[in-house]
């Protein structure tokens, strides 16, 4: 008896790990891929949208320089083609 004590130890194991494995590949795997990924993040989609609210809200003159000065970081530094761009798809419905 006291060895199927100990079968019924090693079955219980056995199905411990069973149903512990694929949870804990899951989440290790996961963590591996996260530690992976590049933190880089580009600013291009800012940029964009901060084009399109520009040449939607304000007016031609203004596209380029908004302040007395012209020194504002917030204007187009693209041409005006690209402007012209941006205020075409800042003005699709």
Same mark, same amino acid.
């Given at each position: /008896?006291?060895?199927? &004590?100990?079968?019924?130890?090693?079955?219980?194991?056995? #199905?411990?790990? #069973?149903?512990?494995?694929?949870?804990? %590949?899951?989440? &290790?795997?996961?963590?591996?891929?996260?530690?992976?990924?590049?933190? =880089?993040? *580009?600013?291009? %989609?800012? &940029? +964009?949208? /901060? !084009?399109?609210?520009?040449?939607?809200?304000?007016?031609?003159?203004? !596209? =380029?320089?908004?302040?007395? /000065?012209?020194?504002?970081?917030?204007?187009?530094? =693209?041409?005006?083609? %690209?402007? =012209? %761009?941006?205020?075409?798809? *800042? +003005? /699709?419905?």
């Amino acid at each position: /008896n006291g060895q199927g &004590v100990d079968n019924n130890g090693d079955e219980r194991q056995r #199905r411990l790990w #069973r149903t512990m494995i694929p949870p804990l %590949f899951i989440i &290790v795997t996961c963590a591996k891929i996260l530690l992976i990924l590049p933190t =880089y993040r *580009s600013t291009d %989609f800012d &940029v +964009h949208r /901060n !084009w399109l609210a520009l040449t939607r809200q304000l007016p031609l003159k203004d !596209w =380029y320089f908004d302040d007395v /000065n012209g020194t504002t970081v917030h204007t187009l530094d =693209y041409p005006p083609n %690209f402007a =012209y %761009f941006e205020w075409m798809l *800042s +003005h /699709n419905p």
